[in-house]
């Protein structure tokens, strides 16, 4: 879906499966260190980012592993 988002294509998905992968994604995203290992080369991950007021769960965890929801 990131793909998806960055390249601006349609995403599309099964409402219950959506909410699904969300639930099951969000402790393992909160549990993501956002320290300095962040900072070391080949890091997955960058330090967490803000959420814009509003944002989906999906944006929430996209800005809580340092990725731009936008």
């Excluded at 909160?30 to 959420?51: I, K, N």
């Amino acid at each position: 879906m990131n793909i998806s988002k960055t390249a601006h294509l349609p995403v599309s998905l099964a409402a219950d499966e959506l909410l699904r992968d969300i639930t099951y994604v969000w402790p393992i995203a909160q549990s993501v260190p956002d320290d300095e290992r962040c900072r070391q080369p080949g890091s997955a991950f960058r330090h967490g980012l803000a959420a814009p007021e509003g944002a989906t769960r999906f944006d929430q965890i996209l800005a809580m592993l340092g990725r731009s929801p936008a």
